[in-house]
């Protein structure tokens, strides 16, 4: 079955740390860009992070430059994401998106992050 599964989410305190993962299953994610995404009750969905085929370049919303880091293991089949120094405006469903121009686009259901003291 092809899909994307992430997991890692939990519940942490205000300056905790998350490692979230987005595992592909049924393809290969090497030829994709992967891109983390997070849904917050009540609001927009928002691009958090996003990573090239190569892993060359990464891109991150302003809100968690310094924070976060987005990484990849092609020879896993991985994505993921290192979450430093966590508040409460980071809580939300996060969700990794693969594509690529001529691709089939590929989307987890996404894993809990919730920032609580």
């Known amino acids: 079955q092809v899909r994307l599964l992430e997991s890692g989410g939990g519940l942490v305190q205000p300056g905790g740390s998350l490692r979230l993962s987005c595992v592909a299953y049924g393809f290969t994610i090497s030829p994709y860009t992967i891109t983390w995404y997070r849904q917050a009750p009540g609001k927009e969905r928002e691009l958090v992070a996003s990573?090239?085929?190569?892993?060359?370049?990464?891109n991150y919303v302003d809100s968690v430059k310094g924070r976060f880091t987005i990484s990849r293991d092609n020879v896993k089949n991985t994505v993921y994401l290192q979450m430093n120094s966590l508040d409460f405006d980071d809580t939300a469903v996060y969700s990794c998106?693969?594509?690529?121009?001529?691709?089939?686009?590929?989307w987890g259901q996404g894993t809990q992050v919730t920032v609580s003291s």
């Open positions: 990573i090239t085929a190569s892993g060359g370049r990464t």
């Open positions: 998106k693969a594509s690529q121009v001529g691709r089939p686009i590929y």
